[in-house]
C-alpha cells in the first residue's frame, strides 16, 4: 500500500504488491505448541516409586556366533571356508564343532547355488536335523531394482 505524498491519492492511486510472507501466525502457533508440549511431558513420565523383585533367571549371554553353510552344485560341502566334502560328512563335522548343549541355540545360514538341485538342499537340511540343529536359515541376494 502506498501512503503519504506523491503522484496524488484518491481513488486512482497506484498500490504496490506486497509479496512477503507474513509468519507471524506461524510463529505464534509453534510457540503454543511449544508450550504444551513443555506442560505435557513431565506428565508423561512415570514418576510411582516401585520396589522391583529380584529374578532368578539367568541372564543371556551373546548370541553364538552364525555358522556358515555352502554347497554348490557338484555336492562339495563347505563350513564357512573350509570345505568338508561331501553332504554325508557335514553332521559329524558340526557334531565336533559345536557341543551338544550349544545345538539349540545355533544359528546356521545355509547358502547355495542357485543351479543346485533341490534334492540336495533339502538332503543337507535332513542331515542338520538329524544331528540336532533346528535353527537354519536360508541366504539369498537381495534384488535390486
Given amino acids: ?44 513420565s512415570v514418576n510411582v516409586k516401585v520396589e522391583l523383585p529380584k529374578s532368578n533367571a539367568n541372564p543371556e549371554g551373546n548370541p553364538n556366533k552364525p555358522v556358515f553353510l555352502s554347497l554348490q552344485q557338484n555336492g562339495k560341502v563347505y563350513i564357512g571356508d573350509n570345505p568338508i566334502g561331501s553332504i554325508e560328512e557335514l553332521g559329524a563335522k558340526l557334531e565336533k564343532e559345536i557341543p551338544p548343549e550349544a545345538r539349540d541355540t545355533a ?37 535390486v531394482k
Fill in 107 to 143: 544359528r546356521i545360514y545355509l547358502r547355495s547355488d542357485q543351479t543346485t538341485q533341490y534334492r540336495k538342499v533339502l538332503e543337507l537340511m535332513n542331515r542338520l536335523r538329524d544331528a540336532g540343529f533346528y535353527k537354519v536359515a536360508l541366504v539369498g541376494e537381495e534384488l
Fill in 1 to 44: 500500500m502506498k501512503l503519504g505524498a506523491g503522484g496524488g491519492g484518491g481513488k486512482n492511486a497506484a498500490f504496490d504488491e506486497n509479496s512477503e510472507i507474513n509468519v507471524t501466525p506461524f510463529v505464534d502457533v509453534m510457540l503454543v505448541l511449544l508450550i504444551i508440549f513443555m506442560v505435557a511431558a513431565p506428565l508423561a
